[in-house]
């Protein structure tokens, strides 16, 4: 068959210092969850339960995909399952982070307003069952599931020890960090401890709890006394 017949049911994976990675889209349609709603319950006891907008988790992209060496014009699909592979483990230089992906497709349905723009990183590889590894033939069917990448929001909570930043994004973490040195110290942020309040946390920074609604604000937070643990809330300039 020709390249342009299959051109339009393949999917190319690209990252810096990588080979590009094409495959065929599987016959199952891609998977797409996370990034709507938000919303969470709050159990309370005797009472109904709080809603509260808790803010959305990031998308998450599962793309069925084929290695298949009938398509001529696909290369060495084994150097390509290895490059995949590659794609979603740290450098074995300098230990970094993996690298973050772009993905292009037209069968996929990309889930954010980015499009073909969407930066990824790689969640997991599901490797499959449909394997024929012949002289003549070779067929690999895998899962790449994929997780929505934000740059901004890691360079804004780069001083609340989360891993490093990649390389690719080194210089731009670096004016932030330089800029960081010359500010007030303000907005703060405070990982919620069980037995935390607004109050108590307000009292903290503010010397004051009665200034718990603007930590509140900041935070989408309704309810002072039920507050999520184990999470970075923000501390405002007083």
Known sequence: MSTHHYERYTVRFSC???PDVVALLD????????GDGGWQVTSREHRI?????????????????LFDSSIGWITDQAD????????SR????NHGEPPILNVV????????????????VVENLQWGTNVMKRIEHFRQD????LIEYIDEDRVAFANIDLPSISPKRKKHHHHHHHHKKHQTGWPKWYLVKPGDTLPKIAAHFYHDSSMWPRIA??????????????????????
């Open 80 to 87: 390509a399952m290895r490059n995949l592979q590659l794609m």
């Open 49 to 65: 339960g709080l809603t509260q907008w808790r803010g959305n988790d990031p998308v998450r992209l599962s793309i069925p995909i």
């Open 16 to 18: 810096d210092g990588l």
């Open 105 to 120: 497709g037209d069968g996929i349905r990309y889930p954010t307003s980015k499009g073909e723009d969407q930066d990824w």
């Open 27 to 34: 016959e199952t349609p891609s998977q797409i969850t996370g």
């Open 142 to 145: 895998v899962v790449v599931n």
């Open 90 to 93: 740290p450098p074995t230089i």
């Open 217 to 238: 604000r900041a935070n989408g937070i309704r309810d002072p006394r039920n507050i999520q643990f184990e999470v970075y809330i923000k501390i405002p300039a007083p």
